[in-house]
């Protein structure tokens, strides 16, 4: 089984609909982060979380809410999804202290039509 | 907002050869600097990680550290088909040191 896993792995949705993304990692690491990928822009943070009671805003937060329901999992939302935010989606844990090494799940395809 | 630039490609090199990737950064007070490799529909993987100015060893991969300049490379000797990939140069920023800030990526072809 996958280090982190992401579910679902493809997903096309309308305008105007609510999504969740789910990541779970059985790494037993503390951080957790979401990315999203565009062709062009490479990897953009969206949010990240040190523990369970520590979220923070990456540099593209805006449409976008995360959850930490456990030391194991963080999924994100799109409360009302558009169509650019259609991208390719990463979550990726690492240890305290050693935040460059980031493991990455196989990522969330995610179509809004 | 912090950047990290890099030569989107594709970059071709012949089977043999030295492939070289380059990658420059805003944030001047930045210590710690990667790079990822990423093949098609994959998920990014760290393959270098530098510190210090000057070069760095792992078997065929050579990371380069230019602080002054504020640049970074990567040389792959030896270039193989499985080398072509997506090159991600990341930097881990100086005022948070939990986020690290992506390039674009440089996409490689190795061509036999």
Redo the contacts between chains.
């Keep these: 089984d996958a280090d982190v896993t992401q579910t679902p792995r493809n997903r096309i949705t309308k305008t105007g609909k609510r999504i969740m993304l789910e990541c779970s990692q059985t790494k037993g690491h503390d951080?957790m982060y979401w990315?999203r990928q565009d062709p062009?822009?490479?990897?953009?943070?969206i949010y990240?979380s040190?523990d369970v009671k520590d979220i923070n805003k990456?540099?593209i937060s805006d449409g976008y809410s995360v959850s930490r329901q456990a030391q194991a999992k963080f999924s994100l939302s799109l409360e009302s999804a558009i169509p650019n935010q259609t991208a390719l989606y990463?979550c990726a844990t690492s240890e305290a202290g050693a935040?460059?090494?980031?493991y990455?799940?196989?990522?969330t395809r995610l179509s809004v039509l | 907002?912090k950047e990290?630039e890099?030569n989107?490609g594709p970059l071709s090199v012949p089977e043999g050869a030295i492939a070289s990737l380059n990658c420059t950064y805003s944030d001047r007070g930045s210590q710690?600097f990667?790079w990822y490799r990423q093949y098609s529909g994959?998920?990014?993987?760290?393959i270098m990680?530098i510190y210090s100015n000057g070069d760095k060893e792992d078997g065929r991969f050579t990371a380069q550290l230019n602080k002054a300049s504020q640049y970074v490379s990567l040389l792959i000797r030896d270039s193989q088909p499985s080398d072509s990939a997506t090159y991600?140069c990341?930097v881990?920023e100086y005022s948070s040191?939990?986020?690290?800030?992506?390039?674009?990526?440089t996409r490689l072809s190795i061509r036999p």
């Design positions: 951080r990315y062009g822009l490479g990897l953009r943070l990240y040190f990456g540099e990463f935040e460059n090494i980031q990455f799940g196989a990522g | 907002q990290v890099q989107s710690s990667f994959k998920s990014p993987e760290l990680s991600l990341a881990r040191a939990s986020k690290i800030i992506f390039g674009s990526g």
